[in-house]
């Protein structure tokens, strides 16, 4: 399943690289993000991401870990 970050992504109609330039990231960072999910990522990142798809840092960090959660069982 998609990552929390790639699903709000999308349902905004954004791609990669402008939720890069929205974050302040690099695409690679957003790649990563979507890819392997937030539970190693700093705060910063997590802060900056959410604030570029206008949600909670605490939502998108909590809902990505658990989605991880539930990948592994």
Same mark, same amino acid.
């Given at each position: 399943?998609?990552?929390?970050?790639?699903? *709000?992504?999308?349902? #905004?109609?954004? +791609?990669?690289?402008? %939720? =890069? !330039?929205?974050? &302040?990231?690099?695409?690679?960072?957003?790649?990563?993000?979507?890819?392997?999910? *937030?539970?190693?990522? #700093?705060?910063? +990142?997590?802060?900056? %991401? =959410? !604030?570029?798809? &206008?949600?909670?840092?605490?939502?998108?960090?909590?809902?990505?870990?658990?989605?991880?959660?539930?990948?592994?069982?």
């Amino acid at each position: 399943m998609a990552s929390m970050v790639r699903k *709000l992504r999308v349902e #905004k109609g954004m +791609t990669q690289e402008e %939720l =890069a !330039d929205r974050s &302040g990231l690099s695409r690679l960072t957003v790649v990563l993000a979507e890819r392997d999910g *937030l539970g190693k990522a #700093k705060a910063k +990142t997590v802060v900056a %991401l =959410a !604030d570029a798809l &206008g949600t909670d840092a605490g939502f998108l960090f909590a809902s990505d870990v658990h989605q991880e959660l539930q990948d592994e069982n």
